[in-house]
């Protein structure tokens, strides 16, 4: 793929691939009924796209395009992307209403911030209860509007070691596509990554600044012709 539209997605993840390795899921229950537990080979998988993407640029992009038509996933033609992303924009933005979700826009590129507090208790892993019926109406959204690339990326405060906070941004970015993989969506679409503390969004000098911080964004890039 030699669009424009492969090279910000290209972009999008390239800005980690000198820091990020390969996450992986590293849940804490066994039980096969939670809805935070997902199969561990699915996980896996889809941490290995996303290490290959951010190593090998648009060969892995081209891989991923080749694994989403095997699943049966087509590319837009190039002049329908904007219109497709507007509909789904607005979709999102009306589910997500009073969710605590955040939905903003980049060009072609859908994102979505899963604040810290609404999404997870502190310094936790596993994704609230109450939250699951909020994934629930983005994972619909996404059956829906399968033409996209879903990037699931973890972030934390500076607070701590970096080992820890890239450990907590894995696993909580690994909780969030785990969870989208087990309402449905399909895994070949996932680029899941753990940003650690290297991206704030606010000043880590405040209690205010470091709550936005740790978050979980999810980016959707549209899959062009």
Known sequence: MKTQTIKLAVL???LTAFTVGCASYTGQTNDPNDPNHTKRGALIGAAIGAAAGLLSGDSAVERRQHAMVGAGIGALAGGS??????RQEAELRRETA????????????IKLNLPDGVTFDFN?????????????TIAGTLKDYRQTIVEVS?????????????RISEQRANSVAGYLMGQGVQRERFEIVGMGKRFPIAD?????GRSLNRRVEIRLLPLGS
Not at 81 to 86: E, N
Not at 98 to 104: E, L, R
Not at 204 to 208: E, F, L
């Open 81 to 86: 992307i904007g219109a497709y992303q507007d």
């Open 12 to 14: 999008g993840v390239c």
């Open 204 to 208: 880590n000098n405040t209690d205010y």
């Open 154 to 166: 973890g972030h934390t405060d500076s607070v701590g070691s970096d080992a820890v906070n890239q």
């Open 98 to 109: 009073g969710t605590g979700i955040d939905v903003s826009r980049d060009g072609d590129v």
């Open 124 to 136: 936790k892993t596993d994704i609230k209860p109450q939250f699951y019926p909020a994934l629930n």
